[in-house]
């Protein structure tokens, strides 16, 4: 799966010349975190989230009059709390590519270009979409979590032996396991009863971690 695939596109763009006032108050309406930061030419120039926002209102603990605040604030813009070096991906990365970027960039959403020219926006929610997804995580059926060998054709073996029952396997994830000579396995399986299933697989992993009806 590809970024372009799941990344919204048309992404809700802001001025950097926007009042920050302005922009918290519409980011509140489009209920969005972040907006990118477009110029007059349409070339993103920066980002800018909702606590970017939040951290530009004047400090309550301040001497300043109510109105003397409103006023200091209303003159801030939106490319004076934005962040100008913007992480970016491009609409044909793998989508686990800006997974990675986003985790170890500590940021949760990332703009989308296409030829140097904004063509959408991919954040974590949309990643955490996409993982529900593969989990099948609104589709009922019998989840197993299982820790298996790593050796090569395991997978295949474990595969077909839900197969030979005539079980319908809808989501599979692999992922790290205790140590290098293992791997966790999640799959979720239809057509077959919860005990069947356990007792065909018992031969082919090292521990039966979990076994439920979702």
């Known amino acids: ?12 763009t802001v001025s ?9 108050k519409r ?23 909702d606590k970017d926002l939040l951290y530009a209102a004047p400090s309550p603990a301040t001497s300043l009059s109510i109105y003397e605040l409103h006023y200091l604030y209303s003159r801030i813009t939106v490319s004076q709390v934005m962040t100008r070096d913007v992480i970016t991906v491009e609409e044909s990365d793998p989508i686990e590519e800006a997974a990675r970027i986003m985790v170890d960039s500590k940021i949760g959403g990332l ?38 060998p790593e050796l090569k054709g395991q997978l295949a073996a474990l595969t077909g032996a839900v197969t030979e029952l005539g079980g319908n396997i809808i989501s599979l994830g692999t992922f790290w396991g205790k140590d290098a000579t293992n791997a966790l396995i999640t799959m979720k399986v239809t057509g077959v009863s919860k005990d069947v299933l356990v007792e065909k697989i018992k031969p082919f992993v090292l521990e039966l971690i979990d076994a439920r009806e979702v």
């Not at 799966?1 to 809700?12: A, I």
């Not at 063509?119 to 996409?130: A, L, P, R």
């Open 1 to 12: 799966m590809l970024v372009y695939e799941r990344m919204s596109r048309h992404p809700m």
């Open 16 to 24: 950097p010349n926007a009042p920050v006032e302005q922009a918290l």
């Open 27 to 49: 980011m509140r309406d489009e209920k969005v975190r972040r907006f990118p930061v477009v110029d007059d030419d349409g070339k993103l120039v920066g980002i800018v989230s």
């Open 111 to 148: 703009p989308v270009m296409r030829e140097g020219k904004l063509v959408g926006i991919i954040t974590e929610t949309d990643i955490f979409k996409t993982l529900m997804e593969m989990m099948g995580a609104r589709d009922s059926g019998v989840r197993l979590t299982l820790l298996s």
